[in-house]
Each structure stands twice: as C-alpha cells, then as structure tokens.
Nanobody
Framework: QVQLVESGGGLVQPGGSLRLSCAAS????????MGWYRQAPGKRRGLVATVTDDGNTNYADSVKGRFTISGDNVKNTVSLQMNSLKPEDTAVYYCNARGLDFRKIWADYWGQGTQVIVSS
C-alpha cells in the first residue's frame, strides 16, 4: 500500500506561481510513475503531468511551458512547479502514484487533493 501526502496549493493571483509537493510512504516494492491530476468543479479529473522513475515526463497541452514536474525516485517524492497561473488552472490537484506492493500487484494510488485557486 502507498500513502500519498500532498503539500502546497492555495490562493494566487493570475500570473503568479505555486509549488505542489507530494511524498509517498508505506509498504511497497517500487513506484514507477508519479504525477498530478486535477479536477475543476463540474469537470472530470484529468492529467496535468507525470514523471517516470527514469525521468520521462508527460504534460497536458494546457500546461506545457508553464508547469514543470520533477521527481525523486529515491525519496519517492514528486513536485509540480506552476508558473504563469491562469484562472482556468483553478482546481483540486491530486497526487498519483503507480506502485508495486508486496503481493506483486500494481495499483494506482491517490492523495486526498489540494486546492489551487487562481483569482484576482
């Protein structure tokens, strides 16, 4: 089992920056992908960015050039630096990890979410 604890988020003005962080703990063999998803009111949860344990990254088109994801596969942490924030970035941001437990089962794990509000 993987537990994910998020930090960061809050209220920021348009054009501002925020940094989200997430740390994984628990009983597992390894994590191969960590990332961030977001869900705005009335919308489905969608990809923001992911990073693999060998450093490959993937971004949603809407955040490319503004957000940067970084991961530490020794500490099992992931961070999301968000710059040039827009009101449409307002959402609850969820940390995600794909982990292998000691039953040798891969599963997706989720944090409880952190609110990001971009507003003047």
């Amino acid at each position: 089992q993987v537990q994910l604890v998020e930090s960061g988020g809050g209220l920021v003005q348009p054009g501002g920056s925020l940094r989200l962080s997430c740390a994984a703990s628990g009983s597992f063999i390894r994590i191969d992908v960590m990332g961030w998803y977001r869900q705005a009111p009335g919308k489905r949860r969608g990809l923001v960015a992911t990073v693999t344990d060998d450093g490959n990254t993937n971004y949603a088109d809407s955040v490319k050039g503004r957000f940067t994801i970084s991961g530490d596969n020794v500490k099992n942490t992931v961070s999301l630096q968000m710059n040039s924030l827009k009101p449409e970035d307002t959402a609850v941001y969820y940390c995600n990890a794909r982990g292998l437990d000691f039953r040798k089962i891969w599963a997706d794990y989720w944090g409880q979410g952190t609110q990001v509000i971009v507003s003047s």
